[in-house]
């Protein structure tokens, strides 16, 4: 089973990038998917969430407006579009999976964790 988060770079702030997490290995179409993030020193924080079929999700309050979450199960594929991004944004995301659409904003609790893909935003 494998998570692969990939698409960060560095970008200037305002700008916008779109974070793929490809899943193999799994039934992805079975997986609520969520996207978190971690500074250095901090702790791993929530970003975004999606249900199974894509039709629920969920943002942390500072994403809101910001972020879009989405998936194409036919792809194995969950994407975060990040648009306005600010130097604050700056870390490193990480794709995680659990099986239920609930207790997703503490990292605990899910089954399978990509790698993480940076995020440089510069002012």
């Known amino acids: 089973v494998q998570l692969q988060a990939f698409g960060g770079g560095m970008v200037q702030a305002g700008a916008s990038l779109r974070l793929s997490c490809a899943a193999s290995?799994?039934?992805?179409?079975?997986?609520?998917v969520s996207w978190f993030r971690q500074a250095p020193g901090k702790e791993r924080q929530f970003v975004a969430i999606?249900?199974?079929?894509?039709?629920?999700?969920d943002y942390a309050d500072s994403m809101k407006g910001r972020f879009t979450i989405s998936r194409d199960n036919a792809k194995n594929t969950v994407y975060l579009q990040m648009n306005s991004l600010k130097p604050e944004d700056t870390t490193v995301y990480y794709c995680?999976?659990?099986?239920?659409?609930?207790?997703?904003?503490?990292?605990?609790?899910?089954?399978?964790w990509g790698q993480g893909t940076l995020v440089t935003v510069s002012s």
């Open positions: 999606i249900s199974v079929s894509g039709g629920t999700t």
């Open positions: 290995g799994l039934s992805f179409s079975s997986y609520a």
């Open positions: 995680a999976a659990k099986l239920y659409y609930w207790d997703y904003v503490r990292q605990g609790g899910y089954e399978y």
